[in-house]
């Protein structure tokens, strides 16, 4: 094996749907691999875009939306390195539902459909990998789908929050790691209904806001309004 080969499986196997492959499989994989860097804001595929194969994120982030027809972004997933996308309709051997874009810089993996489904052929343990991947997504999907439809935005956002902070250890303080416009986008508002959730949060001594800075000051109403409690 290579050298540049040696790094692109260092790189591959943290990636969330090749964790615990064998240097022989990372190897194949390797072969196949098409490396990609995209500035901000770039346009990785549209909806209706054939799914010709699916992206793995190694580092920045990419927002996966769909808009609608009056031109309102819904944001569906924010996506980090180490995490895929596109997988679904490339194995269906569909189109793209949705479009995906870059929020920052992102280097991204590409891995063609036609090269991978000839490597799941060969070796059925990748496809059992990805199965475990795609339940996972689901899961999420549910969730989401939960979030918007059954619960208000205060509920919404709080939930959000609660997350935030327990992926930053329960520190009770953390900077918001997208902007408000696409916070907004993700929790299915607007920025200025946002800021105002924010503010009333604010005023009623339940979070401290400083520009992205967030301090959860009362976790337990927030907990509460997470849950549908009554806020006003």
């Known amino acids: 094996m290579n050298q540049n080969n040696i790094k692109l499986t260092q790189i591959i196997q943290t990636i969330s749907l090749f964790k615990g492959l064998s240097e022989a499989q990372l190897s194949e ?3 196949i691999v098409i ?10 595929f549209s909806e209706g875009d054939t799914a ?3 992206y793995a994120i190694i580092s920045g982030r990419v927002k996966i939306f769909k808009l609608s027809l009056e031109g309102k972004e819904q944001i569906l997933h924010i996506f980090g390195a180490g995490n895929i996308f596109g997988e679904v309709p490339m194995f269906a051997g569909g189109h793209f539902p949705a479009n995906a874009e870059t929020i920052e810089k992102s280097r991204v993996f590409f891995f063609p459909r036609n090269s991978f489904i000839r490597l799941i052929g060969k070796d059925p343990s990748l496809a059992m990998n990805m199965l475990a ?9 549910t969730h989401l789908v939960e979030e918007i439809s059954l619960k ?14 327990e992926r930053n250890k329960h520190s009770g303080i ?5 902007s408000k416009t696409q916070l907004a986008g993700l929790l299915g508002t607007i920025p200025e209904t946002l800021s105002r959730i924010l503010g009333r949060m604010s005023n009623q001594g339940i979070i401290e806001v400083k520009g992205s800075l967030i301090k959860i000051v009362n976790p337990l109403l927030l907990e509460e309004i997470s849950e549908g409690g009554k806020f006003i």
Do not use: W
């Open 133 to 141: 991947e795609l339940s996972k997504k689901l899961r999420q999907l």
């Open 29 to 31: 994989l390797c072969d």
């Open 35 to 44: 490396d990609q860097t995209f500035s901000r804001a770039h346009k990785i």
């Open 174 to 178: 953390f900077e918001l790691d997208i």
């Open 52 to 54: 010709s194969g699916f």
């Open 152 to 165: 208000e935005v205060p509920a919404r956002l709080a939930a959000y929050l609660l997350l935030m902070n």
